[in-house]
Nanobody, 123 residues
Framework: QVQLLESGGGLVQEGGSLRLSCAAS????????MGWFRQAPGKEREFVAA????????YYVDGVKGRFTISRDNAKNTVYLQMNSLKPEDTAVYYC????????????????WGQGTQVTVSS
């Protein structure tokens, strides 16, 4: 059974950086489109970034463009989210998700979700 496991969250000061990782197990990872989402307390989950199966195409929500970078290493079955210049409003639980078929770009429907990793940015 496929599983996604996020790691790399933590507490960081405003302006700092974190790199989140999402490791996939159980099936062929290289064909998936992958995404990162986040959910802040009291708010709905929101899309952050996506990457296609090859890593050649990426897509970001406007609020993180220029600060966050999504990447993947298919040999390691892992997708990353490098987060720089972090702001208190980036505080949230961050989730990775997999679109098995890459049916659309950017992906609109995801088939599998991880359990999330907490990111807290202090001011």
């Amino acid at each position: 059974q496929v599983q996604l496991l996020e790691s790399g969250g933590g507490l960081v000061q405003e302006g700092g950086s974190l790199r989140l990782s999402c490791a996939a197990s159980g099936r062929t990872f290289s064909g998936y489109c992958m995404g990162w989402f986040r959910q802040a307390p009291g708010k709905e989950r929101e899309f952050v970034a996506a990457i296609n199966w090859s890593g050649r195409a990426t897509y970001y929500v406007d609020g993180v463009k220029g600060r966050f970078t999504i990447s993947r290493d298919n040999a390691k079955n892992t997708v990353y989210l490098q987060m720089n210049s972090l702001k208190p409003e980036d505080t949230a639980v961050y989730y990775c998700a997999a679109d098995y078929s890459c049916r659309s770009w950017p992906p609109e429907v995801y088939d599998l979700w991880g359990q999330g990793t907490q990111v807290t940015v202090s001011s």
